[in-house]
């Protein structure tokens, strides 16, 4: 059997109304679960006080482990298990090694943020996306408030701070998680 979750959506037209109506919603004490834009509103989430994000750590280590097993590659195929004497050179010649680990250098660091980036956003294939309003995707902001987050303020108080802080609508949905 499946849980649902009751949620207050608070619809807004404008991109300054919404930062100001977190602003205010925040102090008024209730938890907002998410705000759904239809593009990068710059600000919002400061205001919503998401805390930076650890992707460019990630990309960090998968691209020294991109580079540690490019030159790990290189020196055992081309010194240990198959050496070759071209030109004279040394079996082992770092700066002919530059080129490949730059690549795998790239190529893991960019995997695997994009990998990181799906786990971390609990983006499945086979996982249908939480739709709250369909308004979202083209026009209109949604600040999404949890019932459940929320246990010591009333439903009828949440939507009279939501129509006060500038929300054309303010609409009661039921998800099933």
Known sequence: MSDSRNFV???YDDEDVLLKAVKSVRGAGVKIDEVYTPF?????????GYK???????AFMFGALGTTLAVIMQVWMLGVDWPMIIGGKNHV?????????FEMTVLLAA???VGTFLVASDLKPWKDPKMLDL???DDKHVMAIDL???RGVEADK??????????VEVNDKEVED
């Not at 930076?52 to 990630?58: E, T």
């Open 9 to 11: 959506l608070g619809v």
């Open 40 to 48: 990068p509103v710059h600000g919002l989430d400061e205001e919503l």
């Open 52 to 58: 930076r994000s650890r992707l460019p750590i990630a």
């Open 93 to 101: 010649a770092f700066p002919d090694f530059i080129p490949v680990t």
């Open 111 to 113: 995997f695997g943020m």
């Open 135 to 137: 308004r979202i995707t």
């Open 148 to 150: 459940g987050k929320n």
């Open 158 to 167: 949440i939507n009279s701070i939501l129509k006060d802080s500038g929300a």
